[in-house]
């Protein structure tokens, strides 16, 4: 079973980062901030599969593969509209596990799958406009099919400001496009995702009444609509950590992902997360080092370098998770609240004049700043290896990587940036994803997910 992997050597140093007996003092107090862990988000995994497996079409799971399944052939695009963390969260399993020209792909080469796009996260007027224009023209204009679009409508709490003022526009805009097939299939292409309890919403510092206002509302609308089918968030799982609820299952199941798998990921690493011990318990030391750097060497401000453009949204979407949850609880200076997701650049640029790594060839910040890197590799990659092959036309102009790969060739970027890194005192650490696959990344989406909260839970105690 491949699992994801930590790597802190490169945050183990007596000058800039820290020491293994500053790591293991604080196994006592990270094992107690585990101890009883009974986040909402946490058993979820576990129990969809485990009612999948009882109940089969009757269960959540279930109804989401028949609803994706019956109307895969009769539509030809997906608008999943929901603003903050339900989203990026939709955004980062397509962006990881389809094509990445998924849309530009003909209708066959899809597999019949729909096209998938992403709005209601603010109020950009011309992006909006675009998809909605864009809506409007089939794909490939041969069969009814391809004139019609689905609307997944998530709203988990009360941000319904964004969600609402899109859902609008782009119901009013299905509505004249289907014409005179609109009494028919309105009720079964638009589709609701909310929640039902104020709860757990409400300890996240949402008012009980915009919650429930919000949800009344989706609701209220679902009946007038007749919607076919409607899904719902557990009370106990706040919208930032429903990635892996019927928020994400639904798009990924349109698009044929293995959603089993992604679920079957999250659940191996819970069961990871409750039996390693601390020493090899990729969560608590991943928690662990960020938090001893940002208490013994000031460094409270995290930067994500993505290696894979697969992972760009995925990196945004911790981001926004890890960023939301901890400024809530963090004490002013002392954590870290913020991560900024970058890719490297001008990687040709290895080093300085005076024979160092150089920073400058690095999309991050300089010397000297509060920051700790962390990069997430992709250590397998899916498709087949690409040489570097011969620069230019001349047969005479030799090129000394011409053999190497395109995988290697990313490996001793990674290395060199690395060294860059702590040629200026800047610790790192690596994420290792065997593959990009639905059962890493639900590995890596419930790891994040438990180390937020964890982190949150050891912020309390401080």
Partial sequence: MSMLRFDASGAMHPEYGITQDQLDSLSGRLVDACAGFDEGFFRLPEQQLEAYAQKRERSELGRIFHVA???????????????????????AITQACCDPYHNELSRAMRGSKPRMYFGGNDFDNDAADSLLKRLQVPSDGVTQAEGRYALVVNSPHGDRQEWDAAFQHFLAGLETHLGDEAEVWLPRLVIPVTGTSVGEHASAGLGADRVAESSHQLREMATHLGCKAKFTIPESIDGRFSALSPVGLLPAAFLGLDCMKLLE???????????????????????????????????SMRVLNVWSQALQAIGHWYAELHSACLEECSPAGNAAIDVRVCRTRHLSKKTSDSGQPSMRSLDSPVAGHPYVHTNLVVESWRTDTLTAGSC???PSDSNDRADETFPSLMAGAIQETRDALHANGHPSVNLVMPRIDTFVLGQLMQMWMIATAVERRLLATS
Avoid: C
């Fill in 69 to 91: 399944n019956g109307l895969h052939e009769h539509l030809d695009a997906v608008v999943v509209l929901g603003s903050g963390g339900s989203t990026l969260g939709n955004w």
């Fill in 265 to 299: 990921g999250a659940a191996a690493m819970n069961e990871h997360f409750r039996t390693m011990p601390y020493p090899s318990n990729i969560v608590m030391q991943y928690v662990a080092v960020h938090s001893l750097l940002s208490q013994h060497r000031g460094k």
């Fill in 392 to 394: 230019g036309s001349d």
